[in-house]
């Protein structure tokens, strides 16, 4: 049966199908970091009923979801950074800003969408992340709150942004005031459509996949941004615990175990080092000798 997963769910509810999902394409397996998902979902879920003396035991415990194997995140190193910055200099403003705020706070694609204007302190050079945008099918976008505490927070920006940021502010008003009327009033987002209303959180991930395509940058969907942005930073010694700050995870720990791969480089780069000076000695010493 197509789309086993979603007609599951929508018999569940007694819900037609087409009303809660977008049904697009053939169904394909579930990766097993989905299984390892949906099982800790379950398990969660049955471990409430034994609290709640629903069920004596939680079956879900006595199934081993699969062994996930940790990939290294995609991502651009620091030449395909430079040439995609100077690609971007023949695109819309709007598209540009967007990857650079991402590019440079690491921020979530939600959370991108999310931003407003009083968020944004052109002064201290700082960005304020404290909300997301969601899209659900039947409802439409709206914004909710983030993921977790430690997700609200302050980061702050590199001179690079700032001024892509003033020209983009610039450019904003100009489009609100051409539009008069017609711009929604109630929205202060920076990242709208041409009325002024919020945009659809997929439009920055659609947009990117043609850009990359456009000008043959290497696959890499917009998230890996995120994953780009992380990889500069430790790749330049920034310490765990500010990375995970900037990113938003609840533990450096966090960082660690989704970046892991990242972190192996400068760790590598830590031995050579320590390898170089003690040769160096090692050689002075036989050089004293002879």
């Not at 659609?206 to 456009?214: D, G, L, N, S």
Request: charged share 25%; net charge positive; proline share 4%.
């Amino acid at each position: 049966m197509k789309h086993t997963t979603a007609n599951a769910v929508s018999d569940a509810l007694g819900v037609n199908v087409n009303k809660i999902f977008d049904l697009n394409g053939e169904p394909a397996a579930l990766s097993d970091q989905t299984i390892r998902h949906h099982h800790r979902l379950i398990s969660s879920i049955l471990q409430t009923a034994v609290y709640w003396q629903f069920i004596l035991s939680n079956p879900a415990a006595r199934v081993k979801p699969p062994r996930v194997e940790k990939r290294e995140a995609a991502h651009y190193d620091d030449k395909t950074v430079e040439r995609m910055l100077e690609l971007l200099e023949n695109e819309p403003l709007k598209y540009k800003t967007m990857i650079y705020v991402t590019l440079f706070t690491g921020c979530r694609l939600g959370e991108l969408c999310g931003i407003e204007w009083p968020d944004i302190d052109f002064e201290s050079k700082l960005i304020r992340s404290r909300q997301a945008s969601q899209y659900i099918s039947g409802i439409g976008t709206f914004t909710k709150t983030s993921k977790n505490e430690s997700s609200i927070r302050v980061i702050s920006m590199p001179e690079i942004l700032v001024n892509v940021l003033a020209k983009y502010k610039v450019w904003w008003n100009e489009q609100k005031l051409s539009h008069g009327d017609l711009w929604d009033k109630e929205s202060n987002r920076l990242f709208v459509q041409w009325n002024g209303k919020p945009i659809h959180p997929s439009t920055p991930t659609k947009w990117f996949k043609k850009f990359r395509e456009k000008y043959g940058l290497p696959e890499m969907n917009f998230h890996g941004l995120r994953h780009t942005n992380t990889s500069l930073l430790i790749s330049m010694g920034t310490d765990v615990q500010t990375v995970a700050k900037r990113l938003g995870h609840t533990k450096p720990t966090t960082t660690t175990s989704v970046y892991s791969h990242f972190l192996r480089r400068p760790d590598k780069e830590a031995a050579e080092k320590l390898d170089s000076l003690f040769n160096q000695k090692e050689k002075d010493k036989m050089r004293t000798a002879q």
